[in-house]
């Protein structure tokens, strides 16, 4: 089956079987909540310093919890 015939067919069995599709890029990182997360987690752990790999662990660790949930509800 070539890859053009694809989508097609997945569209008509969702129709047929009256499935709601989202009408949006899942890609879209505007659309994503989880894309703005990241660049509001790669901004703070920028803005620290670290050596090695371990250290940048630990410090996403503890920008991530310092995230307030209001603002990760804002995102979506």
Same mark, same amino acid.
């Given at each position: 089956?070539?890859?053009?015939?694809?989508?097609? @067919? #997945?569209?008509?069995?969702?129709?047929?079987?009256?499935?709601?599709?989202?009408?949006?890029?899942? $890609?879209?990182?505007? !659309?994503?909540?989880?894309?703005? @997360? #990241?660049?509001?987690?790669?901004?703070?752990?920028?803005?620290?310093?670290?050596?090695?790999?371990? $250290?940048?662990?630990? !410090?996403?660790?503890?920008?991530?919890?310092?995230?307030?949930?209001?603002?990760?509800?804002?995102?979506?």
């Amino acid at each position: 089956m070539t890859p053009s015939i694809l989508p097609k @067919l #997945w569209q008509n069995g969702l129709t047929d079987n009256k499935v709601k599709v989202l009408e949006w890029s899942s $890609q879209s990182p505007d !659309l994503n909540p989880t894309e703005n @997360l #990241w660049v509001e987690l790669k901004k703070r752990a920028r803005a620290r310093r670290h050596t090695n790999l371990t $250290q940048l662990h630990q !410090l996403c660790q503890e920008e991530l919890a310092k995230i307030h949930p209001t603002y990760c509800g804002k995102l979506v």
